[in-house]
Nanobody, 119 residues
Framework: QVQLVESGGGLVQAGGSLRLSCTAS????????MGWLRQAPGKEREFVAR????????YYAESVKGRFTISRDNAKNTVYLQMNSLKPEDTAVYYC????????????WGQGTQVTVSS
């Protein structure tokens, strides 16, 4: 069972930046596609970004394209989400997730980290 631990959330003003990190407990992390999803109050969880096991392919939700960047360091068992030009509508709990079989389903989840963007 892979454990994922997120960090880096917090309170930031609109237009600011944050970098989220997610560290996995197992070295098998290096074989998994990884992603970030978020859930705002009263809304369903939504996809934010995804990265392939070797970092060669990345995908983003339209709402964050050009502002967010997902990356990974397999030597550190860590995936990152760099968030720039933050907007109040980016306020949510952000979750890190792992896709073990690269089949589009998320097998492991972190506990979430709160991101709050003030206007």
């Amino acid at each position: 069972q892979v454990q994922l631990v997120e960090s880096g959330g917090g309170l930031v003003q609109a237009g600011g930046s944050l970098r989220l990190s997610c560290t996995a407990s197992e070295r098998t992390f290096g074989w998994y596609a990884m992603g970030w999803l978020r859930q705002a109050p009263g809304k369903e969880r939504e996809f934010v970004a995804r990265i392939s096991w070797n970092g060669g392919n990345t995908y983003y939700a339209e709402s964050v394209k050009g502002r967010f960047t997902i990356s990974r360091d397999n030597a550190k068992n860590t995936v990152y989400l760099q968030m720039n030009s933050l907007k109040p509508e980016d306020t949510a709990v952000y979750y890190c997730a792992a896709d073990r079989a690269a089949d589009g389903s998320w097998d492991y989840w972190g506990q979430g980290t709160q991101v709050t963007v003030s206007s």
